[in-house]
């Protein structure tokens, strides 16, 4: 099995910033690739950010040229820098990860707990 654990949410003003974390733990695994998703009150999970092993990156067009997605395969976290944060970003945080068992090559998904990230003054 494999956890993930987000953490960096919280409360921040219009215009700040927050960092993200994810880290995957667990049984022994690659990372293919891993996403930051987010829901806010009342409606659908949707995607931020996505980054694959390769260094690929996609964003929602609503935080592109603010969010920034990064991955730290050696310690097998993934980052969301958030910056000049707006009151409609304000949702739960969720890290995805699309995985490969290192025992039985099958494919793996894993999903966090989510961390709340507020936008308010």
Not at 24 to 40: C, E, K, L, T, V
Not at 80 to 92: G, I, Y
Not at 100 to 112: E, K, N, P, Q, V
Request: a negative charge.
């Amino acid at each position: 099995q494999v956890q993930l654990v987000e953490s960096g949410g919280g409360l921040v003003q219009p215009g700040g910033s927050l960092r993200l974390s994810c880290v995957a733990s667990g049984s022994a695994f690659s990372i293919n690739a891993m996403d930051w998703y987010r829901q806010a009150p009342g409606k659908e999970r949707e995607l931020v950010a996505g980054i694959t092993i390769e260094g690929d990156t996609n964003y929602a067009d609503s935080v592109k040229g603010r969010f920034t997605i990064s991955l730290d395969n050696a310690r097998n976290t993934v980052y969301l820098q958030m910056s000049n944060l707006k009151s409609e970003d304000t949702a739960v945080y969720y890290c995805n990860a699309d995985l490969t068992s290192a025992l039985s090559a099958r494919a793996l998904d894993a999903w966090g707990h989510g961390t709340l990230v507020t936008v308010s003054s």
